[in-house]
């Protein structure tokens, strides 16, 4: 069965540092997003990214976040100088028009 | 834009009991309305989801039903398990396409615990 695969699991960081997150959504879809959870709190939408560009964004996607699809496979999330806030499990999900969205394993950031 | 309320936060039962996991919304564009899993340090995984053109949906001893005029939808498990103790959240979103990117918006979550 097809999934979403995200590297790494567990990344951790000095705040101001910056640190990139990687996702391969599953290869037919069309819609990609980034969510972020904080723990032990609910899964809050950062961006959606289609045809090559983004769709929507939240209000935690400041100008410290970026997203890029830079090869036609990988989907990245860029954040520029991190925030000890910014500690939370990042998870990458993909979908078609009409079919759910399937999500990836996460990726957990400690920024220190 | 979205907000999705969830209830309750924590809900305890006896194994064999029922659970109900109730979540409102606030926008009436939304009408796909999916619940997810998730176990400590996992992915969230789809359990069951319901479009806004059905009322009802069953799958084994999960069911979700949704009230359009009321914006409310729940889900509802039946002979709960040791198994079914997890995090249960609700979701609601748009369906991908035109103006709408399929985002979900979600509930903040109700931790179930099923004690044998």
């Known amino acids: 069965e097809p999934e979403v695969t995200q590297t790494p699991s567990h990344q951790v960081t000095q705040m101001g540092q910056e640190v990139i997150l990687r996702c391969v959504p599953i290869s037919n879809h069309l819609y990609f997003y980034w969510y972020r959870q904080i723990l032990g709190q609910k899964v809050e939408f950062l961006v959606s990214f289609y045809n090559n560009e983004i769709s929507e964004k939240s209000e935690i996607f400041d100008d410290q976040f970026s997203v890029e699809r830079p090869d036609g496979s990988n989907f990245t999330l860029k954040i520029r100088s991190t925030k000890l806030e910014d500690s939370a499990m990042y998870f990458c999900a993909s979908k078609l028009m009409n079919t759910e969205a399937f999500f990836g394993q996460g990726t957990r950031l400690t920024v220190v | 834009g979205e907000n999705v309320e969830q209830h309750p936060s924590t809900l305890s039962v006896q194994e064999g009991d029922s659970a109900v996991i109730k979540c409102t919304y606030s926008?009436?564009?939304?009408?796909?309305f999916p619940w997810y899993k998730q176990e400590l340090g996992k992915r969230p995984q789809l359990i069951i989801d319901?479009?806004?053109?059905?009322g009802e949906k069953k799958d084994q001893r999960i069911a979700v039903t949704l009230n359009k005029t009321a914006k409310h939808f729940s889900l509802h498990i039946t002979e709960t398990q040791p198994e079914d103790s997890a995090v249960y959240f609700c979701?609601?979103?748009?369906?991908?396409?035109?103006?709408?990117?399929?985002?979900?918006?979600f509930g903040q979550g109700t931790i179930l615990t099923v004690h044998p």
């Open positions: 979701a609601a979103s748009s369906r991908a396409g035109g103006t709408s990117y399929g985002k979900l918006t």
């Open positions: 319901i479009r806004s053109n059905v």
């Open positions: 926008d009436s564009a939304s009408n796909y």
